[in-house]
């Protein structure tokens, strides 16, 4: 990847900003917003090397969520096997009437990932 990237979304130069101001005179412009690579951090596949804000990240999305939706289609749902916990355990609650804490036996679940077996 290059140091730099333009903003992906076709409209980042019809965003009527100062930052995107350039030129002199009456030759002034608007135009796409320039990206500095990694410049949220450097890890791999960050958004935001390739949109300026979540502004234009949602217009690109709006303008071409259909043609991603047909390229990376989910034709059946996944599924993840898991193992559910139900555990009862003593809670509090707040009693407005009463104004105090009163305990009760709430019960907690707790999704955990069953081992690929
Ligand atoms: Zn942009």
Known sequence: MSDYNWCHNPSCHTI???SRIRGTGDNKVLRTMKIKANRYGDYQANIWNYFCNQRCLMM???TFGQE???TYSVKQPSETPIKVKK???ESYRYSWNSNER???MATR???ERANNE
Do not use: M, S
């Open 109 to 111: 679940t707790t999704i």
């Open 68 to 70: 991603i939706a047909n």
């Open 60 to 62: 690109f999305l709006n």
């Open 16 to 18: 009527e900003t100062q």
């Open 102 to 104: 009163q305990t009760y």
């Open 87 to 89: 555990v009862k355990e």
